[in-house]
Each structure stands twice: as structure tokens, then as C-alpha cells.
């Protein structure tokens, strides 16, 4: 089925380092991939978002780029910033009309220090 | 609304109590997702909602749970006779259709004492 993989956490930075977290995907057809983010507190909300392959999502600073031929959504960033601190989410959905279509996974913990 | 809305935001109830969860979704977005987050965890999916069709309760974890869906719109999560293992913070996702990114809500905190 069509699923996720996503590092293990928890990852700890210090400021101004390079951030990558990696993602897998396994699907059939042709999922959207998305990075959502939980700040500590608060609710998940979408940080980026790539619907087709080659396609890179931005926002914030933080880049991933959809890519068929390794099937991987990395999520990167050049300058991590305390604000950083949060929960990151790899997540593909899918058209279906057979039911649920949304697949998380597991959640990688960054913790980025002064 | 501007956003997906949930109620309570917090809610303590004693074990074997039922409670209910309520999802105010973004109008106009079809789908409409709960999921269960416990301390510390990744997403637990529980029950999807699209348009008019029968939802897909595959993520239930067990039949103390139940969700409906009014009028295409505002859902309703029930668990009953609570047990401490059902605490957790529920979270209710909306999305225009399947295959679209999902906005989620603040969450309910459920403590069950």
C-alpha cells in the first residue's frame, strides 16, 4: 500500500547548521507529498507541498523536491533557527474511491539549540 | 470559519463517562479526517468522512468509537465509557477533496481520570 518512511528522531542542531530529514515514499500512481509541521503547543500545519514529480515545495526557508526515481521527499534547510524547534511530518495523499487516502509518518523530533 | 474549529479545546471526564468531540470543517472541503495523537506519538487515523459516502472507519480501535457526519459538515466523534488508554489529543483534518493537503484543527486534549 501506499505509505511513508521518515528518519528517526529525535535530530538536535545547533543554530545555523544544515537540516536534512528524510522521507520515502511507496506508492502506485502518482501521490501529492506534503511536510506538515507541529510547533510545540499548537496543531500540525502544512509547511510545504509537491503534487507532481520534480515539482520542490518551499516555504520558510525549508525546500523539499519530489523525486520519482528515488521515490524521496527530503525536507532541507540551509539555516536552522531555535524557531525551528518542532515536529516534522512526511505525508503523501492520494485519489481514491475507495476510502481513506492520506498516509503521516511516524514524526521526527528537531530540537535546535542557541 | 477561516480555519477547522474543534470543541472543547480541553476535556477531563471520569472513566466509563462518554464524551463527544465536535469538528467545525473549512466550508466547501469535502473530506474530513480524525485522527488521535497520543503524548509523544505520531498520527493515529481513525475515521474518514468523503462527501456523501459511507466513511471509512478502518482506524477505529474499537467499537467504543464512532464518529457521524451531518450534513456534509460538522462531525462528531463519541467514545464511549472512557478508559484512561483513550487519552490522547484528537485531531480533526479537513481537505477540499482526497488528494489535496489537509488543514487541521487545534485538537481536543482528552484526559480520562
Known amino acids: 500500500g501506499n505509505s511513508v518512511t521518515q528518519m528517526e528522531g529525535p535530530v538536535t542542531l545547533s543554530e545555523e547548521a544544515f537540516l536534512t530529514i528524510n522521507c520515502t515514499y511507496t506508492a502506485t500512481g502518482y501521490p501529492s507529498l506534503f511536510w506538515y509541521v507541529q510547533y510545540p503547543g499548537e496543531g500540525l500545519q502544512l509547511l510545504l507541498k509537491a503534487t507532481k514529480a520534480d515539482d520542490k515545495g518551499s516555504n520558510k526557508g525549508f525546500e523539499a523536491t519530489y523525486r520519482k526515481e528515488t521515490t524521496s521527499f527530503h525536507l532541507e534547510k540551509g539555516s536552522v533557527q531555535v524557531s525551528d524547534s518542532a515536529v516534522y511530518f512526511c505525508a503523501l495523499s492520494w485519489d481514491s474511491n475507495s476510502g481513506y487516502a492520506l498516509n503521516f509518518g511516524k514524526g521526527t523530533s528537531l530540537l535546535v539549540t542557541p | 470559519g477561516a480555519g477547522v474549529s474543534q470543541s472543547p479545546s480541553n476535556k477531563v471526564t471520569e472513566k466509563g463517562k462518554d464524551v463527544e468531540l465536535r469538528c467545525d470543517p473549512i466550508?466547501?472541503?469535502?473530506?474530513l479526517y480524525w485522527y488521535r495523537q497520543s503524548l509523544g506519538q505520531g498520527l493515529e487515523f481513525l475515521i474518514y468522512?468523503?462527501?456523501?459516502?459511507?466513511?471509512?472507519k478502518s482506524g477505529l480501535p474499537s467499537d467504543r468509537f464512532s464518529a457521524e457526519r451531518t450534513g456534509g459538515s460538522v462531525s462528531t466523534l463519541t467514545i464511549q465509557r472512557t478508559q484512561q488508554e483513550d487519552s490522547a489529543v484528537y485531531l480533526c483534518?479537513?481537505?477540499?477533496?482526497?488528494?489535496?493537503?489537509?488543514?487541521f484543527g487545534q485538537g481536543t486534549r482528552l484526559t480520562v481520570v
Open positions: 466550508s466547501g472541503h469535502t473530506a
Open positions: 468522512f468523503q462527501g456523501n459516502s459511507a466513511p471509512d
Open positions: 483534518a479537513s481537505s477540499f477533496i482526497q488528494g489535496t493537503e489537509a488543514f
